[in-house]
C-alpha cells in the first residue's frame, strides 16, 4: 500500500469508537465519508480566528476570511482542472448543484418540447429537478435504459438523440450499483448531436480524478460531505460562455452589481450564481479536504479502494443465497446485494447490532430498484480508511445473519 494506514486511522477520531460494545465499522461512505481532524480543524477555526462574512468587509478579519475563502475556489478550480476559478460556483451540495442548472440553463435555453436525456439508474436529484422543469416548462424527458448487469445501452442512447435534445444529466458513478459510466464517450456523442451534458460527480470525485478539460463536460457537480468535507457544502463547474449566458438562480446579496427598483444588474461570474452569504466556514473545510486528498493521492486512493471493492465481492459471493444488484463491468467502491429473502432493512439492523455501518433501502435511485423489480439493498460502500480486515467482519456478519433467517 503506497500510504500510511495507521496514520490515516487516526486523521478520524469517529471511527475509533465501539457502538453496542462492538468496534465501530463504517460502511456508509457513500452516504456520507467521514471528515479527518485536519477538515474539522480547519473549519473551527474560521469560527476560533477569523469568523466574518466575506466579501463586504473592509476590516482584517472579512478580508482574511474572504482570502481563505477564494483560496478554496482556486484549489478546487486546480482539483476539478478548470481553466478559470471563476467557473467554480459554491453550492450547499450536489443537489444544490444540480437544481441551479435545471433551473437557470432550461430557462435561458429551452423552449416548450425541448428535450433532456437522463439514465434509469439517477438518484433522484437528478430526476425530479428535470420533472419540475417538465411540469413548469414543458419540455420532454427521455430516459437511457439500463442492461441487466446495471450499464448504460449507448446504442439506446444514440437512439434517443435528436435535434430537440439540449442536455444529458448523467451520473458519473452509480451512488446504487456502483457502475463507472463511459462519461467521455458520453460526452463525445451528446455534443456531435449539439447536446450539452452535465455530470453528477457525487460518487465520482472522491474515488477518481476527475479533469474536466478532458472530458470536456459542460457542467460537472459534486458533494463536499461525500469527500471527506463538510456538510452543506457543494461545488458546480460550469463552462464560462455558458454560465455567462444563464439567468441567475436565486437573488439576494453578492449576486448583483447595483439595485434599484427600475434595473437590478448581475454581478460578474461566480457571484452571480452565488446570491446570499455562504457557508463559507464549511467550504474553508472543504478546502482542507480537497488538501487531504491530494495529499495522499487520488491514484493511490483509487488503487488501495478497487482492491477494497474486489476483495469485498470476491468474499460476500462465497455466501450461498447472495447476489450483488449491478455486475458492471467497470465498478467502484459500492457493493449492493440481497441475500435469500431477507429483507434489506433487517439485515441493515442487524450487522448494526454487530457495530456495522451499511445503508438499506432504494438509495434514493427508485426507478432503478423497480427496473429490478426489488424494494431495495443493502448497501457496502468503501473508503481509503476501510481495511480487508473490516471486509472479513462484515463478511462473517452477512453470514450469521443469514444463518439466523435459515
Ligand atoms: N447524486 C448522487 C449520485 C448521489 O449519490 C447523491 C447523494 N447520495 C446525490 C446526487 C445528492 O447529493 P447531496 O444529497 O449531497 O446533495
Not at 476560533?48 to 478579519?61: A, D, E, F, M, P
Not at 478550480?77 to 433551473?103: C, D, P, Y
Not at 459510466?181 to 455530470?199: S, W
Not at 459542460?218 to 471527506?228: I, N, R, T, W
Request: proline share 3%; charged share 20%.
Amino acid at each position: 500500500m503506497a500510504f500510511d494506514f495507521e496514520k490515516i486511522k487516526n486523521d478520524f477520531p469517529i471511527l475509533d469508537q465501539k457502538i453496542y460494545n462492538k468496534q465501530l465499522i463504517y460502511f456508509d461512505n457513500a452516504a456520507t465519508s467521514q471528515t479527518p481532524l485536519q477538515v474539522i480543524e480547519a473549519e473551527a477555526n474560521v469560527y476560533k480566528t477569523y469568523n466574518s462574512n466575506i466579501h463586504r468587509g473592509v476590516h482584517c478579519l472579512s478580508n482574511k476570511c474572504t482570502e481563505a475563502f477564494e483560496d478554496v475556489r482556486k484549489r478546487t478550480a486546480k482539483f476539478l482542472n478548470a481553466r478559470n476559478n471563476f467557473e467554480i460556483i459554491f453550492t450547499k451540495g450536489a443537489t444544490e448543484s444540480i437544481n441551479l442548472v435545471a433551473f437557470s440553463f432550461v430557462n435561458t435555453f429551452l423552449n416548450k418540447g425541448d428535450e433532456i436525456i437522463i439514465s434509469e439508474m439517477e438518484h433522484h436529484s437528478n430526476i425530479v429537478p428535470w420533472q419540475l422543469m417538465k411540469q413548469y416548462k414543458g419540455i420532454a424527458l427521455k430516459i437511457i435504459p439500463v442492461n441487466e448487469q446495471g450499464e448504460l445501452n449507448i446504442e439506446a442512447f444514440q437512439n434517443l438523440l435528436s435535434p430537440k435534445t439540449k442536455l444529458l444529466a448523467i451520473t458519473h458513478i452509480s451512488n446504487a450499483l456502483g457502475t463507472i459510466n463511459p462519461i467521455k464517450k458520453l460526452i463525445d456523442i451528446a455534443h456531435n448531436n449539439g447536446t450539452k451534458v452535465l455530470i453528477d460527480g457525487a460518487q465520482a470525485v472522491q474515488h477518481i480524478k476527475v479533469d474536466v478539460q478532458e472530458l470536456d463536460c459542460d457542467f460537472y457537480v459534486f458533494s463536499g460531505h461525500k469527500l471527506y468535507g463538510p456538510t452543506g457544502t457543494g461545488v458546480l463547474f460550469g463552462k464560462e460562455d455558458l454560465l455567462n449566458s444563464m439567468i441567475p438562480y436565486q437573488g439576494g446579496g453578492e449576486m448583483i452589481q447595483t439595485v434599484s427598483f427600475e434595473k437590478t444588474t448581475f454581478n460578474e461570474l461566480p457571484y452571480k450564481f452565488e446570491a446570499g452569504t455562504p457557508n463559507y466556514a464549511g467550504i474553508i473545510g472543504l478546502g482542507a479536504a480537497i488538501d487531504y486528498i491530494n495529499e495522499i493521492g487520488l491514484d493511490n486512493i483509487t488503487a488501495y479502494e478497487n482492491e477494497l471493492h474486489k476483495y469485498a465481492e470476491s468474499q460476500l459471493l462465497t455466501i450461498p443465497g447472495l447476489r450483488i444488484i449491478g455486475t458492471a463491468k467497470h465498478k467502484t467502491s459500492v457493493t449492493s446485494f440481497l441475500v435469500d429473502n431477507i429483507h434489506p432493512y433487517d439485515m441493515g439492523m442487524m450487522l448494526d447490532k454487530i457495530g456495522i455501518a451499511v445503508r438499506t433501502g432504494h438509495h434514493c435511485a427508485q426507478p432503478i430498484m423497480d427496473k429490478f423489480k426489488i424494494p431495495g439493498t443493502v448497501r457496502a460502500s468503501f473508503a481509503f480508511y476501510n481495511s480487508k480486515d473490516e471486509i472479513d467482519s462484515f463478511v462473517s456478519g452477512v453470514r450469521k445473519v443469514k444463518q439466523m433467517f435459515a
